[in-house]
C-alpha cells in the first residue's frame, strides 16, 4: 500500500509570494496532520484536520491555512512568505483525529524563501 | 505552552556501545511517542507509551515511560550502523490537541 505521498517535493519561492503544498494520506486513513520542520529541530505542529474540518491549531500566523477534501487529501497554504518560512514542511495522516494517534509522515515538501 | 525536552542533543557511540536519549516534559503527558529519522528522511513512528511506569522492548530498544508520566527514556542495547539518526519524542497532554516533538537526540555510531 501507498504511503503518504506529498507534492511538490522541492518548491523555490520569494519574499511576499504564496505557496501552496499538497498531501495524500495512506488509503484509510481520515485525519492528516501538518507540521513544519526547521534544520536541526522536532517538527511542530500546524493543523490537524479530521472529516474536512479543523481539530487542531498550532502557533501559526494567519497566513498559514490549510483544508481537507472529500477523499482526506490536504493542503496547505502560506502566504506572504517570509524568509523564515523556509523549512522541510512534513504532511502526516492517521487513523482518527487527536493527539494520541501515531502519526505516519510523508517526505515533505522542502521550501526555500530567497 | 506545553514544552518537550530531549538530551542530549547529539551522541557518538563506537559499534556496540549502548545509547540512552532522555526526554522531559513540562506538564503532566497523556501518551507520549517515539520517532526515528533517518538522514534526508521523514519521522518514522516506533512506538506509543500510555501507562505511568510503562517499559517497551522492540529487539535492542527499551522504551520507558516515568511514574509521574512528566519523562521518558529510549534505550538502545549493542547499537549497529543501522542505528544511526535522530531519534524524537512527542507527546501530548490530556487536554491538548497536538502532538509536541522534543528537539530530538542526533545519534552517530562509528564502525
Known amino acids: 500500500d501507498a504511503g503518504v505521498t506529498q507534492s511538490p517535493t522541492h518548491l523555490i519561492k520569494t519574499r511576499g509570494q504564496h505557496v501552496t503544498l499538497r498531501c495524500s494520506p495512506i488509503s484509510g486513513h481520515k485525519s492528516v496532520s501538518w507540521y513544519q520542520q526547521v534544520l536541526g529541530q522536532g517538527p511542530q505542529f500546524i493543523f490537524q484536520y479530521y472529516e474536512k474540518e479543523e481539530r487542531g491549531r498550532g502557533n501559526f500566523p494567519d497566513r498559514f491555512s490549510a483544508r481537507q477534501f472529500p477523499n482526506y487529501s490536504s493542503e496547505l497554504n502560506v502566504n506572504a512568505l517570509l524568509l523564515g518560512d523556509s523549512a522541510l514542511y512534513l504532511c502526516?495522516?492517521?487513523?482518527?483525529?487527536?493527539?494520541?494517534?501515531?502519526?505516519?509522515f510523508g517526505d515533505g515538501t522542502r521550501l526555500s524563501i530567497l | 505552552g506545553q514544552q518537550v525536552m530531549q538530551i542530549p542533543q547529539y551522541q557518538h557511540v563506537q559499534e556496540g556501545e549502548d545509547f540512552t536519549t532522555y526526554c522531559n516534559s513540562s506538564?503532566?503527558?497523556?501518551?507520549i511517542q517515539w520517532y526515528k529519522q533517518r538522514p534526508g528522511g521523514h519521522p518514522v513512528f516506533l512506538i506509543q507509551l500510555v501507562k505511568s511506569g510503562e517499559v517497551k522492548k522492540q529487539k535492542r530498544l527499551t522504551f520507558q515511560f516515568g511514574e509521574a508520566k512528566k519523562n521518558s527514556s529510549l534505550h538502545i542495547t549493542a547499537t549497529q550502523t543501522t542505528d544511526v539518526g535522530t531519534y524524537f519524542c512527542?507527546?501530548?497532554?490530556?487536554?491538548?490537541?497536538?502532538?509536541?516533538f522534543g528537539s530530538g537526540t542526533q545519534l552517530t555510531v562509528l564502525p
Open positions: 512527542a507527546g501530548s497532554s490530556g487536554s491538548a490537541r497536538q502532538l509536541t
Open positions: 506538564t503532566t503527558l497523556s501518551n
Open positions: 502526516a495522516s492517521s487513523l482518527a483525529a487527536g493527539a494520541n494517534q501515531p502519526q505516519h
